[in-house]
């Protein structure tokens, strides 16, 4: 899958605020916590923290797979930086608490690529 429909299948799972997201190949469906909100996570943080951890290994492995995705059709990576990852998902969920996890992870990755998202921005709907 080349970069640029890399980039476009995770902005389109961004924009449209869905649990799935629609392309030429089919659909992509998340499993998991993947699809628990952002406001769910950050109040598990305090009252559920081994649940939090599962949420937090959600990103992080959604995270992985995308690069990996991303280095085996390019042969190289994006370059995360593992230390900045929790406070930009922390600003983010804060920003959205309605948001699911998968949109949280995917817009890191927009912003590791150079894509003009900050964690305040304004996102769609969600829907499950």
Sequence with gaps: MSKNLTILLAALLFATGAATAHADEGTITVLGVGVDTCGTWLAN?????NQAAVEEEFMLGFLTGLENMYALDHH???????????GWL??????????????????????SNGVDVTPNAPVGNVTK
């Design 90 to 111: 922390l600003t983010f969920c804060a920003a959205h608490p309605d948001k699911v996890l998968i949109h949280a992870a995917d817009a890191y990755w927009l912003y």
């Design 76 to 86: 190289d990576t994006i370059h995360f930086y593992k230390a900045d990852i929790p």
């Design 45 to 49: 943080r305090t009252a559920n923290p």
